[in-house]
């Protein structure tokens, strides 16, 4: 049995959000990948290693709100209707198998204006799978966004934040850029709304990727009050797509993207 079949037999047996989100963690701990992964200045120096994008490097107060959903659905509405209260748009990384399973939520996300990104087809250890093997896996949650929403994702969010620099590579040379967080809520651990809304609201900074799960059990009761702080304190919410810089950029060792130095 694979790890989305386990993760899958915990949910049918449970029903339960906390023992999924904990199978989840679980994992990624398992493989030993949480601290090398979360904080990418601990393990290399500068440009020994390929990263993803963690965050920007903006002027302006912007950040940007992002939400993973893999395999529960019990809240996206929900959190479709706080950020349409407020005329936020956010950034949802999906796993094709949930695609599948919930077409009618991707469709109600893109319709309400918010971008459907890629998180996989099958939320498989990408460190684990060959470059022909990633791009086939990318392509294939892709066509499954596409289909419902028209729109091809540009984005990628590596299953458990895991990632090599093959991994990084594999997806670059898709023309597809691959995005972490330097914001993580821990709504996966079950956190009240009041400790998920102090870590959001103490951490953040322009340029910051936000992280939260759509299925996450306080994560909804968290939301309203974190969109109405970020606003009360000028910051202007966008889609990860809009926040990213375009053209030639450099990364530092955080995962901070920086426009490149003119000439």
């Not at 479709?80 to 796993?95: E, P």
């Not at 322009?206 to 759509?214: A, R």
């Amino acid at each position: 049995m694979n790890m989305l079949d386990k993760l899958k037999s915990t949910w049918g047996k449970t029903g339960g959000r906390q023992k999924l989100l904990l199978a989840l963690l679980g994992a990624a701990a398992a493989a030993g990948i949480f601290t090398a992964v979360y904080s990418p200045e601990a393990v290399t120096a500068a440009n020994t290693r390929l990263l993803p994008i963690y965050s920007v490097e903006r002027d302006q107060k912007m950040a940007a709100l992002s939400f993973d959903a893999a395999w529960g659905n019990e809240d996206t509405q929900t959190l479709i209707d706080i950020l349409g209260k407020y005329d936020v748009k956010a950034t949802f990384f999906v796993v094709g198998a949930w695609v599948d399973k919930y077409p009618e939520s991707v469709r109600a996300l893109s319709e309400a204006g918010h971008e459907v990104m890629n998180h996989s087809n099958d939320h498989a250890h990408f460190n684990k799978l060959g470059s022909d093997q990633i791009v086939a896996n990318i392509n294939a949650c892709s066509d499954k966004i596409e289909a419902v929403t028209g729109v091809r994702p540009t984005l990628f969010r590596p299953p458990y934040g895991e990632y090599d620099d093959h991994v990084i590579a594999a997806v670059r040379s898709m023309g597809v850029e691959p995005i972490q967080w330097d914001v993580d809520s821990l709504d996966w651990k079950d956190l009240s709304a009041a400790e998920i809304y102090k870590r959001v609201t103490e951490k953040v900074r322009p340029g910051s990727i936000i992280l939260f799960h759509n299925a996450a059990l306080h994560t909804p009761e968290a939301l309203e009050d974190i969109v109405k702080f970020l606003i009360s304190e000028g910051y202007e919410l966008v889609p990860i797509s809009q926040l990213i810089l375009t053209g030639d950029y450099t990364i530092d060792h955080t995962g901070r993207q920086f426009a490149a130095p003119a000439g």
